[in-house]
């Protein structure tokens, strides 16, 4: 019982890691392509594509707002913390690497020809970013809320 319930937590986390970094790849190959139409990428779909380069700025929430959605995912759904802070403490670690990412990716776009660095782009990217961690604690608070239910059941 409790190597089934350690296996579906390890391949839960090694699941979430992997699209994490695939997030992350996805970013920064979308932040410094050349030109920022990402329907002109050919592999997206249309309806993703003109969505994307009809709202600017804000398609920045998006990839942001899931990275940071799985972070948290994984920081609160770690066991092996025992204390709140060491959660916290990872929470702050993760969102400060994307927020990170974020701001390299933008100043990076100084040396593209055809894009810029973009405050709107940070600003939105940064909101994205507390939006998921925002969703992450919902789903940590949610989480110990029906594990007490069930141990007062």
């Given at each position: 019982?409790?190597?089934?319930?350690?296996?579906?937590?390890?391949?839960?986390?090694?699941?979430?890691?992997?699209?994490?970094?695939?997030?992350?790849?996805?970013?920064?190959?979308?932040?410094?392509?050349?030109?920022?139409?990402?329907?002109?990428?050919?592999?997206?779909?249309?309806?993703?594509?003109?969505?994307?380069?009809?709202?600017?700025?804000?398609?920045?929430?998006?990839?942001?707002?899931?990275?940071?959605?799985?972070?948290s995912t994984i920081?609160?759904?770690?066991?092996?913390?025992?204390?709140?802070?060491a959660s916290?403490?990872?929470?702050?670690?993760?969102?400060?690497?994307?927020?990170?990412?974020?701001?390299?990716?933008?100043?990076?776009?100084?040396?593209?020809?055809?894009?810029?660095?973009?405050?709107?782009?940070?600003?939105?990217?940064?909101?994205?970013?507390?939006?998921?961690?925002?969703?992450?604690?919902?789903?940590?608070?949610?989480?110990?809320?029906?594990?007490?239910?069930?141990?007062?059941?």
């Open positions: 019982m409790i190597s089934s319930v350690l296996r579906k937590t390890v391949f839960f986390k090694a699941i979430a890691l992997l699209v994490l970094s695939w997030l992350v790849i996805c970013i920064v190959y979308f932040s410094l392509r050349s030109s920022p139409h990402l329907l002109e990428t050919g592999w997206m779909p249309d309806w993703l594509g003109k969505w994307a380069d009809r709202n600017g700025e804000l398609r920045t929430v998006v990839p942001y707002i899931f990275a940071s959605i799985i972070w920081v609160i759904s770690n066991k092996g913390d025992q204390t709140n802070g916290l403490s990872r929470l702050i670690l993760g969102c400060s690497i994307l927020f990170g990412l974020l701001v390299v990716t933008e100043l990076w776009q100084l040396f593209l020809p055809l894009r810029s660095t973009s405050w709107g782009d940070i600003g939105w990217g940064s909101v994205g970013i507390l939006l998921g961690l925002g969703f992450g604690l919902l789903f940590g608070l949610l989480k110990q809320f029906w594990s007490q239910r069930k141990v007062s059941s």
